[in-house]
């Protein structure tokens, strides 16, 4: 490494002892750098319209995604994706035996035969499960979700639940493969739980790094995923955008300035829109008046 580079200006001149010099260096702004363009180089488009995994994310987001808009990731949001990649990984090998496949990558048409769920989507699961339970052969799907543990510990004390994006996700695989379970194995990316909430909850016995919670194919949920996916081809087609709504996706969104902006816009015209219907209608309302006026006169 070019250790100019490294120290910049702090670089110490001859006048200087080398032991009085205090540097500091600039590694962290070169390996960050370094992060995004690692990964901007890896980027993979999408074989198809949706990917499972964001299906159930913010759907203004997609579109402006669609209409062209670059996904700006710093090296925090990637350095995430990479951790998470790892786990995956590192999990899949130790319970390798017990799967009956692992990450199969599904393209759909849909297998069940219901082309407007399934279709325009590719996404892969972690892995899949089988053996005899209660009297019947059953196959049952594994994901494996990393988490901060503000989150883990939400999820193992019940207050917080499966996020909405994870059940959509589920819901391709599960409604493609003709399944009902899936077995969703949240880790926690701290590992331990916070000294905090150790000393709120002494008496609490949980493992600090797994949580299992069991999802199964919900209807109302195939119905939604359909709704979505009718919704965002139609914005599409007539090149519009839905209503921002505050959803978490926000507070690391890319496009939040826009959006933002956009929404302020709208809701400025939406007032210009309804003020000059007010006044079209008092006018309107003072010439009825006039004229009623005028034929009594008559
Ligand atoms: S800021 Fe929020 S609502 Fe707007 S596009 Fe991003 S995630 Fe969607």
């Given at each position: 490494m070019d250790l100019n580079k490294l120290f910049g200006e702090d670089n110490p001149n001859e006048k200087k002892e080398w032991k009085e010099w205090k540097p500091r260096p600039k590694l962290v702004p070169i390996l960050e750098a370094e992060i995004v363009k690692y990964n901007e180089a890896r980027k993979q488009s999408s074989p198809t319209l949706f990917r499972?995994?964001?299906?159930?994310?913010?759907?203004?987001?997609?579109?402006?995604?669609?209409?062209?808009?670059?996904?700006?990731?710093?090296?925090?949001?990637?350095?995430?994706?990479?951790?998470?990649?790892?786990?995956?990984?590192?999990?899949?090998?130790?319970?390798?035996?017990?799967?009956?496949?692992?990450?199969?990558?599904?393209?759909?048409?849909?297998?069940?035969?219901?082309?407007?769920?399934?279709?325009?989507?590719?996404?892969?699961?972690?892995?899949?499960?089988?053996?005899?339970?209660?009297?019947?052969?059953?196959?049952?799907?594994?994901?494996?979700?990393?988490?901060?543990?503000?989150?883990?510990?939400?999820?193992?004390t019940g207050k917080g639940q499966l996020s909405n994006k994870y059940k959509f996700q589920n819901t391709v695989y599960l409604h493609a493969k003709g399944l009902d379970m899936?077995?969703?194995?949240?880790?926690?990316?701290?590992?331990?739980?916070?000294?905090?909430?150790?000393?709120?909850?002494?008496?609490?016995?949980?493992?600090?790094?797994?949580?299992?919670?069991?999802?199964?194919?919900?209807?109302?949920?195939v119905e939604k995923l359909r709704q979505k996916i009718t919704d965002r081809k139609l914005h599409m087609k007539l090149g519009t955008s839905p209503k921002r709504e505050k959803v978490t996706e926000c507070s690391y969104c890319s496009f939040e300035a826009q959006c933002k902006a956009e929404h302020e816009q709208n809701k400025i015209l939406a007032r210009e829109a309804k003020k000059s219907e007010t006044e079209n209608k008092k006018e309107q309302e003072k010439l009825a008046k006039a004229e009623a006026k005028k034929n009594k006169n008559k």
């Open positions: 499972a995994s964001e299906i159930g994310g913010c759907d203004k987001k997609f579109l402006y995604k669609f209409n062209g808009l670059t996904e700006e990731i710093d090296a925090k949001g990637y350095l995430t994706m990479n951790v998470g990649t790892a786990w995956h990984e590192l999990l899949q090998t130790y319970l390798a035996e017990h799967f009956v496949s692992l990450e199969e990558r599904l393209y759909f048409n849909d297998k069940a035969g219901d082309s407007s769920v399934c279709a325009d989507l590719s996404g892969s699961y972690d892995g899949e499960l089988t053996g005899k339970i209660v009297g019947q052969e059953k196959n049952i799907l594994l994901e494996i979700k990393t988490t901060g543990v503000s989150n883990f510990q939400r999820l193992i899936t077995i969703f194995l949240m880790v926690n990316r701290n590992i331990a739980l916070t000294d905090e909430f150790m000393e709120l909850n002494p008496d609490l016995d949980v493992n600090p790094t797994f949580h299992e919670i069991i999802y199964r194919k919900d209807d109302a949920m």
